[in-house]
T-cell receptor, first 115, second 110 residues
Framework: EAQVTQNPRYLITVTGKKLTVTCSQNMNHEYMSWYRQDPGLGLRQIYYSMNVEVTDKGDVPEGYKVSRKEKRNFPLILESPSPNQTSLYFC??????????????FGPGTRLTVL | EDKVVQSPLSLVVHEGDTVTLNCSYEVTNFRSLLWYKQEKKAPTFLFMLTSSGIEKKSGRLSSILDKKELFSILNITATQTGDSAVYLCAVRESNYQLIWGAGTKLIIKP
């Protein structure tokens, strides 16, 4: 089954404790992206990657890191989480067509609470 | 600054009603506009629109784009309780970047 998977789905942690949220897709998509979703603010892009070893900042990259060592994986790293990073996080991927990238497929989401 | 604005922010109707959701945009390099439905989980793709005046249709849902007036509408006819969700609009401004609206929360009452 074609899908984007994220782990963990739920995480409660404390300020300053490093964490990683994994994202993996099995569709051989070139493009992957991380979003956070907060009430009233919609989806905001954190980082994106157009291919292996190619990453770039989105709208709200502060406090986050990513890496793209393999095509299928795109982990999100919070080196020192803070309470303002409490949010719902989505990973997404899309394939590249002739005129750019197609629609994004989303993972199930990770609900993160930082105390 | 590029932006996507959806209206209304929320809408409550009765089952069987028809609803129209709006998405207006100001984007420098428009490529396409996408609609997603989000229930209590990840957004799922509905439509992608690239050309003005061509209606996309899927069952009771349809959407159309007006590139001159810079907006799109999403219509849902004969609404059902299963249509209750947040509907998200996003505009692709280049080959890969999406700008998202805040969403319209639709509640269908039985």
């Amino acid at each position: 089954e074609a899908q984007v998977t994220q782990n963990p789905r739920y995480l409660i942690t404390v300020t300053g404790k490093k964490l990683t949220v994994t994202c993996s897709q099995n569709m051989n998509h070139e493009y992957m992206s991380w979003y956070r979703q907060d009430p009233g603010l919609g989806l905001r892009q954190i980082y994106y990657s157009m291919n292996v070893e190619v990453t770039d900042k989105g709208d709200v990259p502060e406090g986050y890191k990513v890496s793209r060592k393999e095509k299928r994986n795109f982990p999100l790293i919070l080196e020192s989480p803070s309470p303002n990073q409490t949010s719902l996080y989505f990973c997404a991927s899309s394939a590249k067509g002739q005129v750019g990238f197609w629609e994004q497929f989303f993972g199930p989401g990770t609900r993160l609470t930082v105390l | 600054e590029d932006k996507v604005v959806q209206s209304p922010l929320s809408l409550v109707v009765h089952e069987g009603d028809t609803v129209t959701l709006n998405c207006s945009y100001e984007v420098t390099n428009f490529r396409s506009l996408l609609w997603y439905k989000q229930e209590k989980k990840a957004p799922t793709f509905l439509f992608m629109l690239t050309s003005s005046g061509i209606e996309k249709k899927s069952g009771r849902l349809s959407s159309i784009l007006d590139k001159k007036e810079l907006f799109s509408i999403l219509n849902i006819t004969a609404t059902q309780t299963g249509d209750s969700a947040v509907y998200l609009c996003a505009v692709r401004e280049s080959n890969y970047q999406l700008i998202w609206g805040a969403g319209t929360k639709l509640i269908i009452k039985p």
